[in-house]
Antibody, heavy 120, light 112 residues
């Protein structure tokens, strides 16, 4: 069974970089062509897709965040990571990592439990 | 592209059926082509309940059904149960040029 677990600081100062890691078990980040995604959820804006990475090396990012976001695979640790630079209070959210059920981004069948991040 | 519009809240009694709509622009529906739906209970991660417009993942009750027409997607829950009380989100995806997605604002379902 595929399981995902987010980890990282829960508090980040404005203008600094938010860094989170998603550890995957029960699957390999290099198997298949599944996109491995980061999403976030705020009370005001609901769910927001941040971006995804695939084992073939392809990354896709939300155009509204693209200039500040990097998603990387760490195949040795079976993890993928998220970096968001120059954070502001608007980046305060619960951050989820997820895996799609197919090769299409938008069918997230596997989710981490989410980790809250506050920018303050 | 703009966010998809969902009603903020809907309600129903146990045993009844309810429908949640998800409306966007015709061009977005045409360019993205696929809709998924998610159920989210408080404090939990979203759960995929519909993909590819109408398909249920394994383990999802057949009380959940969905359809898509022109610029509107709809989720119907029949035989409402207390456990169905949750937030529901639609998601438009499948744009091979942009590879991004569009979410609806979410609908809170109350089972009265």
């Amino acid at each position: 069974q595929v399981q995902l677990q987010e980890s990282g600081p829960g508090l980040v100062k404005p203008s600094q970089t938010l860094s989170l890691t998603c550890t995957v078990s029960g699957d390999s980040v290099t198997s298949g062509n599944y996109p491995w995604s980061w999403l976030r959820q705020t009370a005001g804006k609901g769910l927001e897709w941040i971006g995804s990475v695939q084992a073939v090396g392809r990354t896709n990012y939300n155009p509204s965040l693209k200039s500040r976001v990097t998603i990387l695979l760490d195949t040795a640790k079976n993890q993928f990571s998220l970096r968001v630079t120059s954070v502001t209070a608007a980046d305060t959210a619960v951050y989820f990592c997820a895996r799609d059920s197919t090769s299409l981004t938008g069918e997230w069948g596997y989710w981490g439990q989410g980790t809250p991040v506050t920018v303050s | 592209q703009s966010a998809l519009t969902q009603p903020a809240s809907v309600s129903g009694s146990p045993g009844q059926s309810i429908t949640i709509s998800c409306t966007g622009s015709s061009s977005d529906f045409r360019n993205y082509g696929l809709v998924s739906w998610y159920q989210q209970h408080p404090g939990e991660a979203p759960r995929l309940i519909i993909l590819e417009n109408t398909n249920r993942p394994s383990g999802i009750s057949d009380r959940f059904s969905a359809s898509t027409s022109d610029n509107t997607a709809s989720l119907t829950i029949s035989g409402l149960q207390a456990e169905d009380e949750a937030d529901y989100y639609c998601c438009l995806y499948g744009n091979t040029q942009t590879s991004d997605v569009i979410f609806g604002g979410g609908t809170t379902l109350a089972v009265l």
